[in-house]
């Protein structure tokens, strides 16, 4: 192959830690040499990735003027597989699923 590989799985879950939480939700993510997967906005997600290229922590830390509300139920996202050819293993906990989903676009949302 020309390109150097990107293919991920991504989880959602409920819990303190991946490793302590159940997954909710899980896709793949293929980005290389096309969009592809189950994630429902593949090209979407790549193309987001792509921006940052492939720093999770960016796309993470992004905050928007959402407010949400102060209860606690932790939600944490994971990304593991390879991004242009190097390996990944990212995990992230937020304190409730409106912060999961505060302008941090379409990569984790599925």
Known sequence: SLF????????????ESAADSGVQRAVTLTCTPKASGTH???????DQLRA????FKALVTTKSDR??????????ITAEGVWD???VSYEHKFANP???SDGKGVVFEF
């Open 4 to 15: 150097a590989p990107s293919a991920l799985v991504l989880t959602v879950g409920e819990g």
């Open 40 to 46: 429902p906005a593949a090209r979407a997600a790549c």
């Open 52 to 55: 940052v290229d492939g720093d």
């Open 67 to 76: 407010v949400c509300t102060k209860e606690y139920r932790p939600i944490v």
């Open 85 to 87: 050819g190097h390996r």
């Open 98 to 100: 409106c912060m999961a």
